[in-house]
T-cell receptor, first 115, second 111 residues
């Protein structure tokens, strides 16, 4: 399985500010995703990070709020913009292949608290 | 898009008993169904998966079954141990290679 790291692991931010989360993988992967997991809840897909093109966002998530970059096949960033306390959550990146034999694995997550 | 439902939300069993968690999905094109275990403060870990061309898969004490016609799949844990206590998530991958998760089941194995 791929080794996935995220930075920062946690942060406490003031409302109105922005935070950029980095996701690094130790090998080239086809698919990279960003999820949000609110306390005690399931994982909600925010967007698919596409290499060389704009991310594909799920219903309820927009690019202005969650801009995503994916400059190559091993790296992606998610920015949480103009934060409010409702953005307090764990943000996880994940990677997967596209063949029937490629599972999805998760990064360690970034715990964000917005005051 | 895909919709995955998971039951029960909580499950309490005695050590040594079996536990069963059930999920249904809506998109008949979904082709891959993983199960994840998430311990408190940790990332979800893949524990077993099943592909749409298989009806059952077993790995030691855990097994997964898939009924494509009914669009449901289940996780079975036998001889449960206290270290099995965690939150378990089912997921389905659609034909755009996106994964959608169930709401989770908190399993408590009482010693």
């Amino acid at each position: 399985s791929a080794v996935i790291s995220q930075k920062p692991s946690r942060d406490i931010c003031q409302r109105g500010t922005s935070l950029t989360i980095q996701c690094q993988v130790d090998s080239q992967v086809t698919m990279m995703f960003w999820y949000r997991q609110q306390p005690g809840q399931s994982l909600t897909l925010i967007a698919t990070a596409n290499q060389g093109s704009e991310a594909t966002y799920e219903s309820g998530f927009v690019i202005d709020k969650f801009p995503i970059s994916r400059p190559n096949l091993t790296f992606s960033t998610l920015t949480v913009s103009n934060m409010s306390p409702e953005d307090s959550s764990i943000y996880l990146c994940s990677v997967a292949g596209t063949s029937s034999h490629n599972e999805q694995f998760f990064g360690p997550g970034t715990r964000l608290t917005v005051l | 898009g895909e919709n995955v439902e998971q039951h029960p939300s909580t499950l309490s069993v005695q050590e040594g008993d079996s536990a069963v968690i059930k999920c249904t999905y809506s998109d008949s094109a979904s082709n891959y169904f993983p199960w994840y275990k998430q311990e408190l403060g940790k990332r979800p870990q893949l524990i077993i998966d099943i592909r749409s061309n298989v009806g059952e898969k077993k790995d030691q004490r855990i097994a997964v079954t898939l009924n494509k016609t009914a669009k449901h799949f289940s996780l079975h844990i036998t001889e449960t141990q206290p270290e099995d206590s965690a939150v378990y998530f089912c997921a389905a991958r659609d034909n755009f290679n996106k994964f959608y998760f169930g709401s989770g089941t908190k399993l408590n194995v009482k010693p």
